[in-house]
């Protein structure tokens, strides 16, 4: 051993002063067994932790987008204008057969199921201007009213063949965007919009800019246009599908949108009249190639409220399916002025929609504004030539239609959107299950039935108690409760009681009100007093947006908002 010096005692042996006593297996079992207890603890908890954040930031994001869309809608709604008119469309995607179609959320969906895509568009008042890239500083088209339209939009099945004439890379103002197989839950190969996860909701705003009602200080040359000259100051000044040097529709109708300007017009669409004609003449067929909402690249019409209503009620034939040439008689089968002026108006305000949604024979499952997630040709398109002044021209339109096809998307995911409206009536029906509740046209009928998917029509098949009815003033003095009928709602002929795709309208005044409301041909104190009635609106409309999560698609949030209707 060792003095407290450090020396070795010589004879005897050093002694193990801090020596223990080894552990059994018993106790190294014990001693694992906490440490695994321990890390599996651990593991919950940061697994717990894990999922609290991750579902955290979930709900935040949900909760933000939600924000954002009750903000916007709430502030369109609210400049809402009852000069202009209103239609909401309540459909299921692809239901091409009549029936609605199962749509798959994504790939691996083990619960498909049919979601609604309905569709509203309105006019707004405010100050609006055109989302494009201007051409020239200071004359992007300006206006103080604007269509607004909320709806799924359809993106183009991506293709890089064709060269310049792939419309999916290089669009055109003219697509009509109806692909065949890319509509809403169509199960064609390539489709994408096939799955509901990958479908957007869309906020088109269209402002609304008649030509000369805005007079423009032109620069001395733009793109090497002399505007001083007579020819240069014709093709760049506004007219009937040009306005602020953008392209625009002619009218809100699509069906006029199509036919002007044509041939007969006084500025003809070509390019000694215009910045942009494409393709340029002579055409194939005998329309010109207008510029198109359905395209994604038109955000002006050049028109205002005056000439929607003029044109809304001096219509005097049908917009037929056959073809844009092609017009009808109205299709009473008693003939009724009233009734044939109510149906032909109607059928325009149906073309108030930037594509043809609704199913026909010729479109099963109808046709969708063109949208794109991120510009299809953007790179592609930046290294255009620029050497000369039209080349110059060509590339800033072209780059400004690869922009445009991504400014609409409001609500990414968006795997459901459902309008509903209500004139503020009250369920009455005790036996009713919405007894006590607002009545709301157009949801589910029966909700708790799983297979059922009719939608509640107008006039409530249950009684209801009007909160404020419309009222009509009598000779006498007096004002009576006048509830709109159903075909000015709905149309003719009326939808079947089991339909799962309803067009509802709202306009300006009843063309079929008829004062003699007894129908004796005589002026009594209990007929109206005036020759027309006011075209009853909704006082509420009721929105349901569902999402997906964006890293979670098999997980849906739904979102509802109830919108007061404007009565200005």
Known sequence: MTDRRGIIRPGRRPRDAGAARAFTLIEILVAVGA????????????????????????????????????????????????????????????????????????????????????????????????????????????????????????????????????????????????EAGIGLGEAQPGNPNRFAVDWTLLRHVATLAAPGNTDRSYPPAIFGINTATIPGNLRVRDKEAQVGLQPAASSVFRRLAELRPGATSVLPLDPANYLRVTPTPPWTGALAPTPNLASGLVDVIATDLPTLRMELHSMQQLPALTGPLVFNQPLSGTFDPGAAARERIQAWMSE???????????????????????????????????????????KAQRLADQRMLTVSSFVPRCTGFVVEWSFGEIDSDPGSPTFGQLVFYGGRLNPSAPGDF?????????????????????????????????????????????????????????????????????????????????????????????????LDPTIEQSFQFILPVPER
């Not at 599996?40 to 933000?64: E, H, P, Y």
């Not at 709602?489 to 509802?504: C, H, K, M, N, Q």
């Open 454 to 550: 009719r939608m509640r029509q107008y006039p409530n098949p249950t009684a209801t108690t009007w909160q404020s009815p419309p009222l009509i003033r009598l000779v006498g003095g007096q004002s009576v409760p006048r509830p709109p009928v159903r075909d000015l709602i709905y149309g003719t002929p009326a939808p079947t009681p089991g339909a799962t795709d309803l067009t509802s309208y709202f306009g300006f005044i009843d063309p079929a009100f008829n004062p003699d409301l007894n129908g004796n041909g005589q002026v009594d104190p209990t007929d109206a007093a005036d020759p027309w009635a006011p075209w009853p609106w909704p006082t509420l409309v009721r929105v349901t947006v569902t999402m997906a999560d964006s």
């Open 352 to 394: 108030v929609f930037p594509a043809p949604s609704e199913p026909t024979p010729q479109r099963p499952n109808g046709v969708r504004m063109r949208y794109e997630v991120e510009p299809p040709n953007y790179v592609g398109t930046l290294v255009l030539g620029e050497g000369t002044d039209p080349q110059r021209l060509e």
């Open 35 to 178: 440490v695994a207890l321990v890390s599996v603890g651990l593991a919950a908890i940061l697994d717990s932790v894990g999922r609290t954040v991750t579902g955290g930031r979930r709900v935040s994001t949900f909760n933000t987008f939600a924000t954002q869309m009750e903000i916007q809608l709430r502030r369109d709604f609210e400049a809402m204008s009852r000069d202009g008119i209103l239609v909401i469309r309540q459909q299921y995607a692809n239901a091409a057969g009549g029936a609605p179609g199962n749509i798959a959320r994504t790939a691996d969906d083990p619960s498909p199921r049919p979601r609604r895509v309905d569709e509203i568009v309105f006019f707004a008042r405010g100050d609006f201007t055109s989302a494009r890239e201007p051409l020239s500083p200071d004359l992007s088209p300006r206006g103080k009213h604007a269509r607004i339209y909320y709806g799924m939009g359809a993106r183009r099945r991506p293709s890089s063949a064709g060269g310049p004439a792939n419309t999916y890379l290089t669009p055109e103002l003219t697509d009509l965007n109806d």
